[in-house]
């Protein structure tokens, strides 16, 4: 890490800030993933 | 890497032609490295757009009685297409480190050791954008796969 991300083909840990992203990402992918299936009749909400 | 020492330029009578080559390349740099920036910003702001209109889009054909054909086609070339600006996004993040690295040498060679480049690089120690950018992309990917997976389903199940 530190300086040495530009060089060692820039390998690192993510921050915080892209888990986030991902987490937050994935949570909005799975609730457009149930609507579609609710759209389309895969499933019924009552 | 480093073609020319300051020694050779300055203190063993290196000629100004080379100092001015080198000048060139510095201020080329600038530009190269800009046209990035430039690039990287319109795919931040067209990407969404597209991805947003794509979701509308297969919103609409999925509630219509539309060809099952395009309801799962619309997703699998969102996920396509994703992959595709991932990839984009992959090849130039490099070319940017390569730019940034060549300009933190040449002001090495004329001994400034506190210039843009140098800044950059510190700046960078911790490169925030480009993993939030890969987040991004990985999330969409997912996105437009769940749909092209609900899609799937819901045609081998029958439902129309």
Redesign the interface.
Known sequence: ???N???EN?K?P??W???L??V???I???G??FA??E????IHFH | MIYFTSEMLFHKGGDMAKIEDLRNEYQQLGYHLRLIATFRIGILSVFPALVGAL?RF??EV??KETGLLL?ILLPFGGFIATVIVALVERRI??LY?LL??RGADLEEIVDIHDGIYHRI??L?????L???A???F???G??FL??F???T??LM?G?F
Do not use: C
Not at chain 1, 39 to 42: A, D, E, K, N
Not at chain 2, 124 to 128: E, F
């Open positions: 890490m530190g300086n991300v530009l060089g820039g690192h993510w921050g800030e892209a888990k992203v991902l937050l990402g994935l909005f992918a799975i457009v993933g579609f299936a759209r389309v009749g895969l | 979701v297969m919103w999925s509630q309801r993040i490099p480190d940034i690295r690089i510190r960078l120690g911790a490169p925030t480009r993993d939030v890969t987040a991004f990985v999330a969409v997912i996105l769940v749909v997976m609900v899609q389903v819901a199940k439902i």
